[in-house]
Nanobody, 120 residues
Framework: EAQLVESGGGLVQAGGSLRLSCAAS????????IGWFRQAPGYEREGVSC????????DYADSVKGRFTISSDNAKNTAYLQMNSLKPEDTAVYYC?????????????WGQGTQVTVSS
């Protein structure tokens, strides 16, 4: 059974950093897309970043470009989201999900989410 487990969330002051992890199991990790999404209360879920684990290609939402970095360690079946220069508007529950491609294919497997809170 495919499973994704996020960790690394927490409370941080504006300008600080956090690194989220997404540990995957139950599927072939080195040939998928792993996406990070977030959802704040009262807002729709939005895509933050995505990585293709086969070739390392990445994509970012404009709101996080230059501040967030996505990566993957295929040997550990884990993807990461390094978040720097955090802003209060980054506060949300962050989810990772797996798909065949970063775009154009459905995200069929989701983690339970990890809370990120950025104080001003």
């Amino acid at each position: 059974e495919a499973q994704l487990v996020e960790s690394g969330g927490g409370l941080v002051q504006a300008g600080g950093s956090l690194r989220l992890s997404c540990a995957a199991s139950g599927f072939t990790f080195d040939d998928v897309a792993i996406g990070w999404f977030r959802q704040a209360p009262g807002y729709e879920r939005e895509g933050v970043s995505c990585i293709s684990t086969s070739d390392g290609s990445t994509d970012y939402a404009d709101s996080v470009k230059g501040r967030f970095t996505i990566s993957s360690d295929n040997a550990k079946n884990t993807a990461y989201l390094q978040m720097n220069s955090l802003k209060p508007e980054d506060t949300a529950v962050y989810y990772c999900a797996a798909a065949q491609y970063c775009s154009g294919s459905p995200y069929g497997h989701w983690g339970q989410g990890t809370q990120v809170t950025v104080s001003s």
